[in-house]
C-alpha cells in the first residue's frame, strides 16, 4: 500500500510554486527521496552561448514527454539565457560532493528558500538521488522550506549579495546580522 504525499506543490503568492505540507511533519521525518532527472557542469568556462545551449539540449534527450513538459513547466529566471539554460540555472541544484556539477530534480526544484528552513536536503551521488527531511515540526499547511546556501558557504558570505537576495531585509537572520556582523579576516 502506497503512503499518501506529505506535501503539495502550491502556487505561493510573491514565490511561484513551492511545497504545502498536507499534514503535521515530525522533525526527522523524510519528506521526499527523488532521482536526478538529468545532470550538468555548472559552469561552462570557455565555452561559446550555441556550445552551452546544445550541451543542455544533449541532456534533456533522453526524457520522455511528461519529463520533458515538467522541465518546461519549471521557473526560469534566467530568460536572458535561453529558455533551457535559464531553466537548468534556475533550478540546478549543486552536489555537496562536487560544486561544480548540478542537477535537475523535477520536486526538489520547487522547495522554496528560507533563512531558517524547516527542512534541509541532501544528494546522495552514489545513487543520485535528492532527499529532503524535516528539521523541525512542521504544520499542516506551512511552507516546506530549504536553505539554498550550504552551512559553510552561508557563514562565510552571510553579508554577500547572495545572501541579501536570499534573505529580506525583515527576516529573523536579517535581523540577527545586524545585531551580529560578521567580522572581516
Not at 85 to 92: A, L
Not at 116 to 144: C, D, M, R
Request: aromatic share 8%; charged share 20%; proline share 4%.
Amino acid at each position: 500500500m502506497a503512503s499518501q504525499p506529505l506535501f503539495e506543490i502550491r502556487d505561493i503568492p510573491g514565490k511561484g510554486k513551492g511545497a504545502i505540507a498536507l499534514e503535521d511533519i515530525k522533525g526527522g521525518t523524510l519528506i521526499l527521496s527523488e532521482s536526478i532527472l538529468c545532470m550538468t557542469p555548472r559552469i561552462w568556462e570557455g565555452c561559446s552561448r550555441e556550445e552551452r545551449q546544445s550541451g543542455f539540449a544533449n541532456q534533456l534527450r533522453g526524457l520522455n514527454q511528461d519529463q520533458m513538459q515538467a522541465f518546461f513547466d519549471l521557473q526560469n529566471r534566467y530568460s536572458e539565457d535561453g529558455l533551457i539554460e535559464g531553466i537548468m540555472k534556475t533550478n540546478g541544484i549543486c552536489s555537496e560532493s562536487d560544486a561544480n556539477t548540478a542537477g535537475i530534480f523535477l520536486l526538489c526544484s520547487r522547495f522554496n528558500h528560507s533563512c531558517l528552513a524547516n527542512a534541509v536536503y541532501s544528494w546522495n551521488t552514489t545513487n543520485s538521488y535528492k532527499t529532503i527531511y524535516a528539521v523541525k515540526n512542521i504544520p499542516q499547511g506551512e511552507g516546506i522550506t530549504v536553505s539554498y546556501l550550504a552551512n559553510e558557504e552561508w557563514m562565510s558570505s552571510r553579508d554577500s549579495a547572495v545572501v541579501r537576495y536570499l534573505c529580506t531585509p525583515d527576516s529573523p537572520i536579517a535581523v540577527l546580522l545586524v545585531m551580529h556582523p560578521v567580522k572581516k579576516s
